[in-house]
Protein backbone atom coordinates (compact mmCIF):
# COMPACT_ATOMS: atom_id res chain seq x y z
CA UNK A 1 0.00 0.00 0.00
CA UNK A 2 1.30 3.44 -0.91
CA UNK A 3 0.87 6.69 0.98
CA UNK A 4 -0.96 9.76 -0.04
CA UNK A 5 0.95 11.81 -2.16
CA UNK A 6 2.53 15.39 -0.18
CA UNK A 7 0.78 18.75 -1.69
CA UNK A 8 2.41 19.68 -5.22
CA UNK A 9 2.50 23.27 -3.81
CA UNK A 10 2.33 25.00 -0.43
CA UNK A 11 0.43 28.31 -0.85
CA UNK A 12 1.89 29.55 3.06
CA UNK A 13 3.85 27.60 5.15
CA UNK A 14 1.92 25.11 7.51
CA UNK A 15 1.36 25.51 10.96
CA UNK A 16 2.96 23.28 13.65
CA UNK A 17 -0.22 21.15 13.91
CA UNK A 18 -0.74 20.90 10.56
CA UNK A 19 2.62 19.44 9.84
CA UNK A 20 2.35 16.99 12.73
CA UNK A 21 -1.22 16.32 11.30
CA UNK A 22 1.00 15.79 7.67
CA UNK A 23 3.25 13.51 9.40
CA UNK A 24 0.39 11.63 11.21
CA UNK A 25 -1.66 11.09 7.72
CA UNK A 26 1.76 10.13 5.34
CA UNK A 27 1.90 6.77 7.81
CA UNK A 28 5.67 7.86 8.00
CA UNK A 29 6.58 6.19 11.08
CA UNK A 30 4.43 2.28 12.01
CA UNK A 31 5.06 0.06 14.70
CA UNK A 32 4.19 -3.38 13.62
CA UNK A 33 4.90 -6.94 13.59
CA UNK A 34 8.42 -8.63 14.93
CA UNK A 35 11.32 -9.20 13.10
CA UNK A 36 12.84 -13.07 13.35
CA UNK A 37 14.36 -12.54 16.71
CA UNK A 38 10.67 -11.56 18.64
CA UNK A 39 11.57 -7.79 18.64
CA UNK A 40 8.59 -4.94 17.70
CA UNK A 41 9.63 -3.74 14.53
CA UNK A 42 8.80 0.01 13.67
CA UNK A 43 8.71 0.84 9.76
CA UNK A 44 10.12 3.81 8.03
CA UNK A 45 9.11 4.58 4.85
CA UNK A 46 11.59 7.57 3.28
CA UNK A 47 9.68 8.33 0.41
CA UNK A 48 6.94 9.25 2.69
CA UNK A 49 8.41 12.03 4.25
CA UNK A 50 7.74 15.71 3.07
CA UNK A 51 10.70 17.30 3.68
CA UNK A 52 9.23 20.29 2.12
CA UNK A 53 6.67 21.10 4.33
CA UNK A 54 7.42 19.62 7.93
CA UNK A 55 10.18 21.30 10.35
CA UNK A 56 12.57 19.35 12.68
CA UNK A 57 10.17 21.16 15.48
CA UNK A 58 7.80 19.23 14.45
CA UNK A 59 8.83 15.66 13.71
CA UNK A 60 10.63 15.52 16.80
CA UNK A 61 7.42 16.89 18.29
CA UNK A 62 5.11 13.56 16.38
CA UNK A 63 7.98 11.29 17.59
CA UNK A 64 8.04 12.44 20.91
CA UNK A 65 4.31 12.35 21.39
CA UNK A 66 3.09 9.24 19.01
CA UNK A 67 6.11 7.25 18.39
CA UNK A 68 8.77 7.40 21.26
CA UNK A 69 6.11 6.34 23.79
CA UNK A 70 5.23 3.01 22.42
CA UNK A 71 8.96 2.10 22.59
CA UNK A 72 10.53 3.10 25.77
CA UNK A 73 9.60 -0.68 27.11
CA UNK A 74 10.36 -2.94 24.74
CA UNK A 75 13.21 -3.47 22.52
CA UNK A 76 12.95 -2.94 18.94
CA UNK A 77 14.26 -2.90 15.42
CA UNK A 78 13.71 -0.44 12.73
CA UNK A 79 13.13 -1.62 9.19
CA UNK A 80 14.26 1.88 7.12
CA UNK A 81 12.97 1.71 3.39
CA UNK A 82 14.95 3.68 1.37
CA UNK A 83 13.22 2.76 -2.12
CA UNK A 84 12.18 5.60 -4.19
CA UNK A 85 13.74 8.45 -2.02
CA UNK A 86 14.93 11.20 -4.27
CA UNK A 87 17.03 14.01 -3.60
CA UNK A 88 14.70 16.92 -3.86
CA UNK A 89 11.97 15.79 -2.06
CA UNK A 90 12.32 14.03 1.18
CA UNK A 91 16.01 14.27 2.10
CA UNK A 92 15.79 15.75 5.37
CA UNK A 93 19.70 18.13 5.83
CA UNK A 94 22.37 16.36 7.73
CA UNK A 95 22.00 18.77 11.02
CA UNK A 96 18.49 17.91 10.85
CA UNK A 97 19.09 14.53 11.35
CA UNK A 98 21.41 14.69 13.69
CA UNK A 99 19.06 17.02 15.70
CA UNK A 100 16.10 14.17 15.33
CA UNK A 101 18.37 11.43 16.49
CA UNK A 102 19.63 13.99 19.87
CA UNK A 103 16.03 14.30 20.77
CA UNK A 104 15.73 10.19 21.22
CA UNK A 105 14.81 9.58 24.73
CA UNK A 106 18.28 7.52 26.08
CA UNK A 107 15.71 4.92 27.13
CA UNK A 108 14.45 3.87 23.67
CA UNK A 109 18.30 4.18 22.00
CA UNK A 110 19.03 1.80 24.30
CA UNK A 111 16.13 -0.59 23.20
CA UNK A 112 17.00 0.02 19.62
CA UNK A 113 18.66 -3.29 18.67
CA UNK A 114 19.27 -3.19 14.87
CA UNK A 115 18.32 -1.23 11.61
CA UNK A 116 17.49 -3.03 8.73
CA UNK A 117 18.18 -0.21 5.16
CA UNK A 118 16.13 -1.54 2.65
CA UNK A 119 17.34 -0.92 -1.21
CA UNK A 120 20.31 1.23 0.34
CA UNK A 121 21.68 2.20 -3.02
CA UNK A 122 25.81 2.59 -3.73
CA UNK A 123 25.50 6.65 -2.49
CA UNK A 124 23.73 6.12 0.80
CA UNK A 125 26.37 3.32 1.71
CA UNK A 126 29.43 5.24 0.98
CA UNK A 127 27.64 8.34 2.60
CA UNK A 128 27.01 6.33 5.57
CA UNK A 129 30.71 4.75 5.29
CA UNK A 130 31.87 8.25 5.80
CA UNK A 131 29.54 9.91 8.28
CA UNK A 132 27.60 7.12 9.97
CA UNK A 133 30.08 7.10 13.21
CA UNK A 134 30.14 11.36 13.34
CA UNK A 135 26.95 11.09 12.80
CA UNK A 136 25.25 8.29 15.30
CA UNK A 137 26.65 7.90 18.82
CA UNK A 138 26.22 4.69 20.88
CA UNK A 139 26.96 2.31 18.51
CA UNK A 140 23.63 2.84 16.16
CA UNK A 141 26.32 2.90 13.05
CA UNK A 142 27.20 -0.63 13.70
CA UNK A 143 23.82 -1.69 13.82
CA UNK A 144 22.70 -1.02 10.79
CA UNK A 145 22.12 -4.13 8.37
CA UNK A 146 22.33 -2.75 4.71
CA UNK A 147 19.43 -5.12 2.55
CA UNK A 148 19.32 -5.00 -0.93
CA UNK A 149 16.38 -6.63 -2.14
CA UNK A 150 13.07 -6.81 -0.13
CA UNK A 151 13.38 -10.71 -0.30
CA UNK A 152 16.10 -10.77 1.98
CA UNK A 153 14.57 -8.76 4.36
CA UNK A 154 12.00 -11.56 4.92
CA UNK A 155 15.26 -13.65 6.30
CA UNK A 156 15.34 -10.95 9.41
CA UNK A 157 11.63 -10.34 9.84
CA UNK A 158 8.35 -11.97 10.24
CA UNK A 159 6.78 -11.42 6.84
CA UNK A 160 3.16 -11.56 7.09
CA UNK A 161 3.53 -9.21 10.07
CA UNK A 162 5.04 -6.12 8.30
CA UNK A 163 3.18 -3.84 5.39
CA UNK A 164 5.57 -2.42 2.42
CA UNK A 165 4.58 -0.16 0.26
CA UNK A 166 4.48 -1.29 -3.38
CA UNK A 167 7.10 0.63 -4.84
CA UNK A 168 9.22 -1.36 -2.83
CA UNK A 169 8.52 -4.46 -4.03
CA UNK A 170 9.03 -2.72 -7.86
CA UNK A 171 12.76 -1.63 -7.28
CA UNK A 172 13.41 -5.91 -6.59
CA UNK A 173 11.24 -6.11 -9.84
CA UNK A 174 13.99 -3.84 -11.46
CA UNK A 175 16.74 -5.81 -10.32
CA UNK A 176 15.25 -8.78 -12.07
CA UNK A 177 14.78 -6.92 -15.09
CA UNK A 178 18.76 -5.45 -14.62
CA UNK A 179 20.99 -7.97 -13.02
CA UNK A 180 23.89 -5.40 -12.69
CA UNK A 181 22.47 -3.26 -10.26
CA UNK A 182 23.91 -4.82 -6.85
CA UNK A 183 22.63 -7.49 -5.47
CA UNK A 184 24.35 -8.54 -1.75
CA UNK A 185 21.04 -10.25 0.05
CA UNK A 186 21.68 -8.44 3.60
CA UNK A 187 25.19 -7.45 5.03
CA UNK A 188 25.95 -5.70 8.08
CA UNK A 189 29.51 -5.32 7.50
CA UNK A 190 30.18 -1.43 6.38
CA UNK A 191 31.85 0.33 3.21
CA UNK A 192 35.21 0.94 4.92
CA UNK A 193 37.17 4.08 3.69
CA UNK A 194 40.53 3.50 1.99
CA UNK A 195 43.44 3.89 4.30
CA UNK A 196 44.70 7.16 3.91
CA UNK A 197 41.29 8.68 3.63
CA UNK A 198 41.58 12.64 4.71
CA UNK A 199 39.47 12.77 7.98
CA UNK A 200 36.32 14.66 8.22
CA UNK A 201 35.55 17.31 10.95
CA UNK A 202 32.64 16.30 13.17
CA UNK A 203 32.01 20.28 13.33
CA UNK A 204 32.04 20.18 9.09
CA UNK A 205 29.19 17.43 9.07
CA UNK A 206 26.47 20.31 9.16
CA UNK A 207 27.53 22.09 5.97
CA UNK A 208 26.58 18.76 3.79
CA UNK A 209 23.09 17.75 2.46
CA UNK A 210 21.43 14.29 2.90
CA UNK A 211 20.55 14.46 -0.68
CA UNK A 212 23.99 13.26 -1.85
CA UNK A 213 22.42 9.43 -0.59
CA UNK A 214 19.19 9.55 -2.48
Known amino acids: MDSPATPAAAAAPLSDSQQRHLLHKLDLFRLQGRDRRGRAVLRVVG ?86 RLLFTGGLYEKIKYVNRVEFLWEEVRRNEVELPEFAYDIDDEMERRPVMADYGSESDHLRLPHGAPFMDPAAVSCYSMRCIA
Request: charged share 20%; hydrophobic share 45%.
Open 47 to 132: KFFPARWVSVEALTKHLAEGVFPKLEDRKFAVVYVHSGVRRSENCPGISALRSVYEAIPAGVKRNLEAVYFVHPGLQARLFLATFG
